[in-house]
């Protein structure tokens, strides 16, 4: 139970005190009506005694009676028998007494930590304390009990009066007549001797003091100085009123209404069921909410108070009015209503006080105390006279015939015999009687062994409710007595209540037993017991004792060693419903919010649910509806598992109660709680919406909200922007270089203010969740915006804040919007379905420059109609009305910094500027369009394309630039390499890419040849600049530029980005450039695969005619068609084969077939064979080292122009892609770690060696293969052409057009050790092409063996160094030994002269020298048997490598 002001002592001792009545004359009565106060409450302040009284038990022991209070009331005479019920003026005004005591504003709370629970709640609970002391003091009086029985009567007359004692003698005899006549039931007295005390009121301001002093002389000569007082008040004069400001001791004790005082004609109404009583009071006067409902539901709110009910229609919410808590008036007798409103006491001084206090001490110390004492001596000495016969008698009788004492337990059985009465002078009733006397002076050790022999007389005649009562009263009095010597007998009261309530059929006697017990056992620390008696005390009679109980239970719980939260929480919530069906609408919803404390956020929603939806109506009923709408947010906003009848009930009483709130206050808007919105998935786009594809153009997709951001490509986006600033600011990044961002989200870097610009849209894409099952219905939708101007001037007076202006005012009052500074747009409607995630896309359209703010969205909420709603004129009517206006904020938190040791340690936040916006000054706003764009190409087919460049705004644009991360799939051309020579006209025709010269092809002819400079082609940095006339675009111009493309040359489908840059021509602006973005998906398929291999010739040098120095050497090329999914591709055409290179060119076609041109139907493959020679020496000199030579051997009619666009641009673009490549791979030539001086000479020797033999075999020549290909679509047939490049680096290696796949590398162990590095050596395959040899013999030889038998042919070898170092060479003749032909050739040809020479050859260097063969006889013979070895001529210490011998030299040798 809560804390009590009193301790339980005082409170039990205080719940019975001896009695008195108080009869006055009509006099008298207005001398005391002076102070608006009748005698009795004029005496009640004064009521509780200051000193001790003392009085004598039976056995003559002095007991001191402390702290004592009487109780003294007017006579008020009833005839009814008193019911086990209060009456229904009594249970009204218990109510009001409740009503009337809140919780005082301000008051600390109690603060219970209890597990992880941290409750606030009031500890004590003063509207149960005044309902319980108003309660014990309506208790009717019983014939079963004597302590609320009269004691005494003090009879009051005024000294004004003629004769005093004639109207002392009428009262004594209207006191006589009330108690003996029996036409009277109530006021019940005490003993038949009542004590009168005469009592002479003397009005100082009008009688004559003399007299009343001789009058009350007189009464102590009749009456005994021990039974008469003059009372002497009304001292004070009302002027002096002003004067003295006397203290109302009266106000505290005026509302609590002793219940015997009440108004005759209310107790004459027929006593009725209490229950009934109160909720036809609630019904009627107070909670006419849930009576009935205007939806025509029945409420299910009163059926148990845990079931959600299904709510009415919010119309039906009315406010409590104001309950009066004046009860004075209906508490006075018809006599006493006269005197009016004012201060209590207004005649009285402090002495007058101390007058009155000093006669309640001679009243009782003189008069009451000795009176009961007698009494009490009195009721012993006849019990003890009566124990020796007639007490004996009766009890031997009622044992010999069966009689005895009957178990305690047993009576839990309910008997017939509880309405059994005892005669007033039955010997049970005087132990009785002499147990209350005792009782009521304290003598608790006395009373309780009366009430204890009481108890078992009554259960030995099965008189059940006097039984209880003995039984309450001994355990009271085991407990209150000093010292303790006996437990508190809990049982007793345990019986005693069931007694009264089961048996007997009186809850106010079981309430009042329940209600001490549950004092006496919380003083004793057994909440447990205590919870469970009160508990047990709850019934469907009372809501009001129900609600009041449950209280008190639910504060047992909390307050237990170990506190009980959950039960605390759950018992307030009934508590709360009982209080709410009783009308006590405040304690209801203080106990609802006590109880929501445990249930807020643990996971239970619906009796979460339950609890605010209590809360919120009872808060709007209490004209709180700013707390109403706090608890139906909560209902709406949490993830709910209610159903969708029950949500959407919630939600349109939700709306009828923000309506209301909402009604006065027109200038700001409201929040809003639904729908839920994702303030951190907010995107924001920047720039116009752009046109799609028209026609053939397409447009450039750029950024949309509809892309997913994805944080690689993002990366790769801003490294293309970083190429093409520093291209455009000669090579260097700025410093305050930040990537242009078109959207922000999440994900993107929100750190910096944003920049948008002027007259230029933004679109806020917000996501809203609707956490219900209902449809929700937002209308009106726009964004809620700030926005301070650059060019008004800051003043002292106004803040940043004042000086912004905002769209929330013409919003909230429904003005035309501010469109001349932004233009906001509007969603006229936005359904959400239910639990449905959806964006809106908002827009606003700048005027001006300054920082826009974009605070939130503002929007109409309404429940989406049903089904159920019938679509008449009312039912949307009721529709119109449960829209409301409101608005959410969009807060961003930006992502947590954990960068520092104080970010780590604490949570940090960093900003999140995306919906803070910086408008800045126009800028231009290109679009791109492209032409004739393909999605599909052949791998190296060429195809041409336009692109369209439109300047859409009204700036003038300037730097047009492009970067791709494919640089070699695109070329713009170049100016400079436009051929001179008129083009074919088949070119047009067949709408050839290419540059083409009609020319008959020519067999064997030499190919021709065009010098071109690489810096033509070449972009440094990949940035191409686009070669728009006069590099400016001005406003609304648009222009249109060839575009050729040359498909990947890997098959598959490739994602290709374009990035556009181009700069405003006005200089200065916050926002330096602008860049627009393109991808495409070009799907690859394969075409042609080119094998490219060259060998050295094996002509001499001296003897090719057309080569003026260097080697020949010999080109060969595969050709294979490996397109085999296409099902229209007829065949391929290999119509040119074209050379580039710095130091070499395709010299001519020496293919043995001389076709036209070579065809290649699928899977076909063709060989063609190429002579390669040396540029001419003068065009290879040191100012035209860029200079690269090409050549065209063109197979078909017309020859192609490789060297100018688009041939020429894709050439140098797969150059500079595949050397990027090669530079991305380490050098495979390791170092060496030690520093000494012969590991580094080493080292230097071995590079000279692989220079070297590098340069003796390189070639670096670069064959283009163009081809054609005839293909047939829809009956057409379509003329589709290409190249293909192959890079010939070294004599002997071949190359391919197609790319080698990268396998999977093996995963190398790992090595703790460095292991030492190999020694370098070089492949013998290499050093073994140093010298080039070459035999010179006449094919046939004739001659005549029969004269000579020797036949001498003269052979000259030529050697050429093929390297740029000197060359050692020994030339060994001798065959060798171990060679099987060794014997065969031996016998039959032979070299002679010098069979051994050793030389040196220059650089390049050709030597012949002239050597003789010796045969024998006729024959087939091969010369090539000389075996040459040679080395680089500074290496001493190498031995020579054997070089590689051409193929076998046949000799004919013929017998003449």
């Given at each position: 139970?809560?804390?009590?002001?009193?301790?339980?002592?005082?409170?039990?001792?205080?719940?019975?005190?001896?009695m008195v009545a108080v009869l006055c004359s009509e006099e008298a009565e207005?001398?005391?009506?002076?102070?608006?106060?009748?005698?009795?409450?004029?005496?009640?302040?004064?009521?509780?005694?200051?000193?001790?009284?003392?009085?004598?038990?039976?056995?003559?022991?002095?007991?001191?009676?402390?702290?004592?209070?009487?109780?003294?009331?007017?006579?008020?005479?009833?005839?009814?028998?008193?019911?086990?019920?209060?009456?229904?003026?009594?249970?009204?005004?218990?109510?009001?007494?409740?009503?009337?005591?809140?919780?005082?504003?301000?008051?600390?709370?109690?603060?219970?930590?209890?597990?992880?629970?941290?409750?606030?709640?009031?500890?004590?609970?003063?509207?149960?304390?005044?309902?319980?002391?108003?309660?014990?003091?309506?208790?009717?009086?019983?014939?079963?009990?004597?302590?609320?029985?009269?004691?005494?009567?003090?009879?009051?007359?005024?000294?004004?009066?003629?004769?005093?004692?004639?109207?002392?003698?009428?009262?004594?005899?209207?006191?006589?007549?009330?108690?003996?006549?029996?036409?009277?039931?109530?006021?019940?007295?005490?003993?038949?001797?009542?004590?009168?005390?005469?009592?002479?009121?003397?009005?100082?301001?009008?009688?004559?003091?003399?007299?009343?002093?001789?009058?009350?002389?007189?009464?102590?000569?009749?009456?005994?100085?021990?039974?008469?007082?003059?009372?002497?008040?009304?001292?004070?004069?009302?002027?002096?009123?002003?004067?003295?400001?006397?203290?109302?001791?009266?106000?505290?004790?005026?509302?609590?209404?002793?219940?015997h005082t009440q108004d005759t004609l209310e107790d004459m109404t027929p006593?009725?069921?209490?229950?009934?009583?109160?909720?036809?009071?609630?019904?009627?006067?107070v909670d006419c909410h849930y009576s009935t409902d205007k939806d025509g539901?029945?409420?299910?709110?009163?059926?148990?108070?845990?079931?959600?009910?299904?709510?009415?229609?919010?119309?039906?919410?009315?406010?409590?009015?104001?309950?009066?808590?004046?009860?004075?008036?209906?508490?006075?007798?018809?006599?006493?209503?006269?005197?009016?409103?004012?201060?209590?006491?207004?005649?009285?001084?402090?002495?007058?006080?101390?007058?009155?206090?000093?006669?309640?001490?001679?009243?009782?110390?003189?008069?009451?105390?000795?009176?009961?004492?007698?009494?009490?001596?009195?009721?012993?000495?006849?019990?003890?006279?009566?124990?020796?016969?007639?007490?004996?008698?009766?009890?031997?009788?009622?044992?010999?015939?069966?009689?005895?004492?009957?178990?305690?337990?047993?009576?839990?059985?309910?008997?017939?015999?509880?309405?059994?009465?005892?005669?007033?002078?039955?010997?049970?009733?005087?132990?009785?009687?002499?147990?209350?006397?005792?009782?009521?002076?304290?003598?608790?050790?006395?009373?309780?062994?009366?009430?204890?022999?009481?108890?078992?007389?009554?259960?030995?005649?099965?008189?059940?409710?006097?039984?209880?009562?003995?039984?309450?009263?001994?355990?009271?009095?085991?407990?209150?007595?000093?010292?303790?010597?006996?437990?508190?007998?809990?049982?007793?009261?345990?019986?005693?209540?069931?007694?009264?309530?089961?048996?007997?059929?009186?809850?106010?006697?079981?309430?009042?037993?329940?209600?001490?017990?549950?004092?006496?056992?919380?003083?004793?620390?057994?909440?447990?017991?205590?919870?469970?008696?009160?508990?047990?005390?709850?019934?469907?009679?009372?809501?009001?004792?129900?609600?009041?109980?449950?209280?008190?239970?639910?504060?047992?719980?909390?307050?237990?060693?170990?506190?009980?939260?959950?039960?605390?929480?759950?018992?307030?919530?009934?508590?709360?419903?009982?209080?709410?069906?009783?009308?006590?609408?405040?304690?209801?919803?203080?106990?609802?919010?006590?109880?929501?404390?445990?249930?807020?956020?643990?996971?239970?929603?619906?009796?979460?649910?339950?609890?605010?939806?209590?809360?919120?109506?009872?808060?709007?009923?209490?004209?709180?509806?700013?707390?109403?709408?706090?608890?139906?947010?909560?209902?709406?906003?949490?993830?709910?598992?209610?159903?969708?009848?029950?949500?959407?009930?919630?939600?349109?009483?939700?709306?009828?109660?923000?309506?209301?709130?909402?009604?006065?206050?027109?200038?700001?808007?409201?929040?809003?709680?639904?729908?839920?919105?994702?303030?951190?998935?907010?995107?924001?786009?920047?720039?116009?919406?752009?046109?799609?594809?028209?026609?053939?153009?397409?447009?450039?997709?750029?950024?949309?909200?509809?892309?997913?951001?994805?944080?690689?490509?993002?990366?790769?986006?801003?490294?293309?922007?970083?190429?093409?600033?520093?291209?455009?600011?000669?090579?260097?990044?700025?410093?305050?270089?930040?990537?242009?961002?078109?959207?922000?989200?999440?994900?993107?870097?929100?750190?910096?203010?944003?920049?948008?610009?002027?007259?230029?849209?933004?679109?806020?894409?917000?996501?809203?969740?609707?956490?219900?099952?209902?449809?929700?219905?937002?209308?009106?939708?726009?964004?809620?915006?700030?926005?301070?101007?650059?060019?008004?001037?800051?003043?002292?007076?106004?803040?940043?804040?004042?000086?912004?202006?905002?769209?929330?005012?013409?919003?909230?009052?429904?003005?035309?919007?501010?469109?001349?500074?932004?233009?906001?747009?509007?969603?006229?409607?936005?359904?959400?379905?239910?639990?449905?995630?959806?964006?809106?896309?908002?827009?606003?359209?700048?005027?001006?420059?300054?920082?826009?703010?974009?605070?939130?969205?503002?929007?109409?909420?309404?429940?989406?109609?049903?089904?159920?709603?019938?679509?008449?004129?009312?039912?949307?009517?009721?529709?119109?009305?449960?829209?409301?206006?409101?608005?959410?904020?969009?807060?961003?938190?930006?992502?947590?910094?954990?960068?520092?040791?104080?970010?780590?340690?604490?949570?940090?936040?960093?900003?999140?500027?995306?919906?803070?916006?910086?408008?800045?000054?126009?800028?231009?706003?290109?679009?791109?369009?492209?032409?004739?764009?393909?999605?599909?190409?052949?791998?190296?087919?060429?195809?041409?394309?336009?692109?369209?460049?439109?300047?859409?705004?009204?700036?003038?644009?300037?730097?047009?630039?492009?970067?791709?991360?494919?640089?070699?799939?695109?070329?713009?051309?170049?100016?400079?390499?436009?051929?001179?020579?008129?083009?074919?006209?088949?070119?047009?025709?067949?709408?050839?890419?290419?540059?083409?010269?009609?020319?008959?092809?020519?067999?064997?002819?030499?190919?021709?040849?065009?010098?071109?400079?690489?810096?033509?082609?070449?972009?440094?940095?990949?940035?191409?600049?686009?070669?728009?006339?006069?590099?400016?675009?001005?406003?609304?111009?648009?222009?249109?530029?060839?575009?050729?493309?040359?498909?990947?040359?890997?098959?598959?489908?490739?994602?290709?980005?374009?990035?556009?840059?181009?700069?405003?021509?006005?200089?200065?602006?916050?926002?330096?450039?602008?860049?627009?973005?393109?991808?495409?998906?070009?799907?690859?398929?394969?075409?042609?695969?080119?094998?490219?291999?060259?060998?050295?010739?094996?002509?001499?040098?001296?003897?090719?005619?057309?080569?003026?120095?260097?080697?020949?050497?010999?080109?060969?090329?595969?050709?294979?068609?490996?397109?085999?999914?296409?099902?229209?591709?007829?065949?391929?055409?290999?119509?040119?084969?074209?050379?580039?290179?710095?130091?070499?060119?395709?010299?001519?076609?020496?293919?043995?077939?001389?076709?036209?041109?070579?065809?290649?139907?699928?899977?076909?493959?063709?060989?063609?064979?190429?002579?390669?020679?040396?540029?001419?020496?003068?065009?290879?000199?040191?100012?035209?080292?860029?200079?690269?030579?090409?050549?065209?051997?063109?197979?078909?009619?017309?020859?192609?122009?490789?060297?100018?666009?688009?041939?020429?641009?894709?050439?140098?673009?797969?150059?500079?892609?595949?050397?990027?490549?090669?530079?991305?791979?380490?050098?495979?030539?390791?170092?060496?770690?030690?520093?000494?001086?012969?590991?580094?000479?080493?080292?230097?020797?071995?590079?000279?060696?692989?220079?070297?033999?590098?340069?003796?075999?390189?070639?670096?020549?670069?064959?283009?293969?163009?081809?054609?290909?005839?293909?047939?679509?829809?009956?057409?047939?379509?003329?589709?052409?290409?190249?293909?490049?192959?890079?010939?680096?070294?004599?002997?290696?071949?190359?391919?057009?197609?790319?080698?796949?990268?396998?999977?590398?093996?995963?190398?162990?790992?090595?703790?050790?460095?292991?030492?590095?190999?020694?370098?050596?070089?492949?013998?395959?290499?050093?073994?092409?140093?010298?080039?040899?070459?035999?010179?013999?006449?094919?046939?030889?004739?001659?005549?063996?029969?004269?000579?038998?020797?036949?001498?042919?003269?052979?000259?070898?030529?050697?050429?160094?093929?390297?740029?170092?000197?060359?050692?060479?020994?030339?060994?003749?001798?065959?060798?030994?171990?060679?099987?032909?060794?014997?065969?050739?031996?016998?039959?040809?032979?070299?002679?002269?010098?069979?051994?020479?050793?030389?040196?050859?220059?650089?390049?260097?050709?030597?012949?020298?002239?050597?003789?063969?010796?045969?024998?006889?006729?024959?087939?013979?091969?010369?090539?048997?000389?075996?040459?070895?040679?080395?680089?001529?500074?290496?001493?210490?190498?031995?020579?490598?054997?070089?590689?011998?051409?193929?076998?030299?046949?000799?004919?040798?013929?017998?003449?």
């Open positions: 139970m809560a804390q009590c002001v009193q301790s339980v002592q005082e409170f039990v001792q205080d719940s019975f005190v001896p207005r001398v005391t009506r002076k102070n608006n106060l009748n005698f009795a409450e004029l005496l009640r302040p004064f009521c509780r005694l200051t000193s001790e009284g003392h009085i004598r038990d039976p056995n003559n022991q002095v007991q001191v009676v402390k702290n004592l209070r009487i109780c003294v009331n007017n006579v008020v005479t009833s005839p009814n028998t008193p019911s086990a019920a209060l009456s229904p003026a009594q249970c009204r005004i218990l109510n009001d007494v409740v009503l009337s005591c809140q919780p005082q504003e301000g008051v600390v709370n109690n603060v219970v930590t209890a597990g992880d629970y941290d409750l606030n709640f009031s500890a004590t609970t003063p509207w149960f304390e005044t309902y319980r002391e108003n309660f014990l003091q309506s208790m009717p009086a019983s014939d079963h009990e004597f302590l609320n029985h009269y004691l005494a009567c003090l009879l009051v007359v005024s000294s004004t009066e003629a004769v005093p004692v004639e109207q002392f003698l009428k009262l004594s005899q209207e006191q006589h007549r009330i108690q003996h006549s029996g036409e009277y039931t109530n006021p019940k007295w005490f003993i038949p001797n009542t004590l009168k005390y005469y009592v002479l009121l003397h009005d100082m301001s009008e009688g004559d003091e003399q007299r009343a002093d001789a009058v009350y002389e007189d009464m102590k000569q009749r009456y005994g100085s021990q039974g008469c007082y003059l009372l002497k008040m009304n001292t004070r004069s009302f002027s002096a009123e002003e004067d003295e400001q006397i203290p109302d001791p009266w106000s505290q004790y005026l509302h609590r209404n002793i219940l006593a009725v069921n209490s229950a009934a009583v109160e909720n036809s009071i609630s019904a009627a006067e539901v029945s409420n299910s709110l009163e059926s148990h108070p845990l079931q959600l009910d299904i709510p009415s229609s919010s119309g039906s919410l009315h406010t409590l009015g104001a309950v009066k808590t004046e009860l004075k008036k209906g508490a006075r007798d018809p006599e006493s209503l006269a005197g009016g409103a004012g201060s209590h006491g207004a005649c009285l001084t402090l002495n007058d006080h101390d007058h009155i206090r000093q006669f309640i001490q001679e009243f009782t110390f003189r008069g009451l105390l000795p009176h009961i004492e007698k009494n009490i001596r009195q009721l012993n000495d006849q019990l003890v006279s009566r124990k020796g016969l007639s007490r004996s008698l009766f009890t031997a009788t009622k044992k010999w015939f069966g009689g005895g004492k009957v178990p305690e337990k047993s009576i839990s059985e309910p008997k017939s015999t509880c309405g059994l009465l005892y005669p007033p002078e039955a010997p049970e009733l005087q132990i009785r009687k002499m147990a209350d006397l005792c009782f009521l002076v304290q003598h608790y050790e006395l009373a309780y062994s009366c009430y204890h022999t009481a108890k078992k007389d009554f259960l030995s005649d099965q008189a059940m409710l006097y039984a209880a009562g003995a039984l309450e009263m001994a355990a009271v009095s085991a407990f209150l007595q000093a010292g303790a010597p006996r437990p508190y007998p809990a049982h007793y009261m345990d019986t005693a209540i069931q007694t009264y309530r089961d048996v007997c059929k009186n809850m106010v006697l079981a309430e009042r037993c329940a209600l001490l017990s549950a004092e006496i056992l919380k003083s004793q620390g057994k909440y447990s017991e205590a919870a469970t008696l009160l508990i047990k005390m709850t019934s469907e009679d009372s809501d009001l004792r129900s609600a009041l109980l449950l209280e008190q239970a639910a504060h047992c719980f909390i307050n237990m060693r170990n506190p009980m939260v959950r039960k605390f929480a759950f018992h307030m919530i009934l508590a709360g419903h009982r209080f709410s069906k009783a009308g006590q609408r405040r304690h209801a919803l203080r106990c609802y919010c006590q109880a929501m404390q445990v249930y807020k956020e643990r996971g239970w929603s619906l009796a979460e649910d339950h609890i605010n939806f209590t809360i919120g109506r009872q808060s709007f009923t209490l004209r709180q509806p700013e707390n109403a709408v706090i608890a139906f947010r909560q209902i709406l906003t949490n993830d709910s598992r209610q159903t969708a009848t029950q949500q959407s009930a919630f939600l349109r009483e939700y709306l009828y109660v923000y309506k209301s709130v909402i009604e006065g206050n027109e200038v700001s808007l409201p929040q809003l709680p639904l729908p839920c919105i994702h303030c951190s998935t907010t995107r924001v786009y920047f720039g116009h919406e752009r046109r799609l594809a028209e026609g053939e153009k397409q447009a450039a997709t750029h950024v949309s909200l509809d892309q997913e951001y994805d944080q690689d490509l993002a990366a790769m986006w801003c490294h293309l922007e970083e190429q093409l600033v520093a291209a455009a600011n000669r090579g260097i990044v700025p410093v305050n270089f930040q990537p242009t961002q078109c959207c922000l989200n999440s994900q993107t870097d929100n750190q910096r203010h944003p920049l948008a610009v002027v007259e230029e849209p933004i679109i806020v894409e917000v996501t809203f969740r609707n956490p219900l099952k209902v449809s929700l219905a937002l209308s009106n939708l726009s964004l809620l915006w700030q926005f301070t101007a650059d060019d008004v001037p800051p003043s002292k007076e106004k803040t940043t804040e004042e000086l912004a202006i905002t769209n929330e005012e013409t919003l909230a009052l429904g003005m035309t919007q501010k469109d001349d500074i932004v233009t906001t747009e509007v969603i006229q409607e936005f359904h959400m379905g239910p639990e449905e995630t959806k964006m809106a896309r908002l827009r606003l359209l700048p005027h001006r420059t300054g920082q826009l703010n974009i605070v939130g969205v503002v929007y109409n909420l309404a429940a989406a109609s049903s089904g159920e709603i019938a679509p008449n004129s009312e039912g949307q009517q009721t529709f119109d009305l449960m829209v409301v206006h409101g608005k959410q904020d969009l807060k961003i938190q930006g992502p947590r910094l954990n960068q520092t040791k104080e970010d780590k340690m604490t949570v940090r936040h960093g900003p999140d500027q995306r919906l803070n916006l910086i408008i800045t000054s126009p800028m231009p706003l290109m679009e791109v369009f492209f032409l004739q764009f393909p999605t599909a190409l052949l791998c190296g087919e060429i195809r041409k394309a336009y692109v369209e460049f439109c300047n859409v705004s009204s700036v003038a644009l300037c730097g047009l630039r492009v970067v791709s991360t494919h640089p070699d799939f695109f070329t713009f051309g170049s100016q400079a390499t436009t051929p001179l020579t008129p083009v074919s006209p088949t070119s047009a025709e067949n709408n050839s890419a290419y540059k083409t010269l009609a020319t008959p092809p020519q067999s064997g002819s030499a190919a021709s040849e065009m010098l071109v400079s690489a810096e033509d082609f070449s972009q440094p940095s990949g940035v191409i600049d686009i070669p728009i006339d006069g590099s400016t675009l001005q406003p609304g111009e648009s222009t249109q530029l060839p575009l050729w493309l040359r498909g990947p040359d890997q098959e598959g489908v490739h994602e290709i980005n374009f990035l556009f840059y181009y700069e405003s021509t006005d200089k200065g602006n916050k926002i330096s450039h602008r860049v627009l973005r393109h991808t495409v998906f070009i799907c690859a398929s394969r075409s042609l695969s080119v094998q490219a291999s060259a060998c050295r010739s094996c002509v001499p040098p001296h003897h090719s005619l057309d080569d003026k120095g260097g080697g020949g050497t010999l080109v060969f090329i595969d050709v294979e068609n490996i397109n085999t999914s296409e099902a229209g591709m007829r065949e391929f055409h290999i119509v040119q084969v074209s050379s580039s290179s710095q130091h070499w060119r395709l010299h001519k076609c020496i293919n043995p077939a001389k076709d036209k041109d070579c065809k290649l139907t699928s899977r076909e493959r063709a060989k063609l064979c190429f002579r390669a020679t040396r540029c001419k020496p003068h065009k290879a000199t040191s100012e035209a080292i860029k200079k690269y030579t090409f050549t065209d051997l063109n197979l078909g009619n017309e020859r192609i122009i490789s060297s100018s666009t688009p041939c020429g641009d894709f050439f140098f673009r797969g150059c500079r892609t595949s050397e990027s490549q090669r530079l991305d791979v380490p050098s495979s030539r390791t170092s060496c770690s030690s520093k000494s001086q012969s590991c580094v000479s080493a080292e230097d020797r071995a590079s000279d060696i692989t220079n070297i033999v590098r340069k003796c075999n390189e070639l670096d020549l670069n064959v283009i293969v163009i081809w054609k290909a005839y293909v047939v679509e829809d009956n057409k047939q379509l003329i589709l052409e290409g190249q293909l490049h192959v890079a010939l680096q070294t004599i002997g290696k071949e190359a391919s057009s197609l790319t080698p796949r990268e396998e999977a590398q093996e995963m190398v162990l790992l090595k703790f050790k460095s292991e030492i590095p190999p020694p370098v050596v070089l492949p013998s395959a290499e050093l073994s092409q140093l010298v080039k040899t070459n035999l010179h013999y006449p094919e046939t030889y004739t001659h005549p063996f029969v004269l000579d038998s020797l036949c001498v042919v003269p052979v000259t070898l030529t050697l050429s160094n093929c390297s740029l170092a000197q060359v050692d060479v020994i030339i060994d003749l001798r065959h060798k030994s171990t060679s099987p032909e060794t014997l065969e050739v031996h016998s039959s040809f032979t070299w002679v002269g010098q069979t051994q020479y050793k030389l040196q050859l220059k650089p390049q260097e050709v030597l012949c020298l002239t050597l003789r063969a010796c045969f024998l006889q006729a024959g087939v013979y091969n010369l090539n048997t000389p075996r040459v070895f040679a080395k680089p001529a500074e290496q001493g210490a190498m031995c020579e490598t054997s070089q590689q011998t051409a193929s076998p030299a046949l000799i004919f040798i013929n017998n003449a």
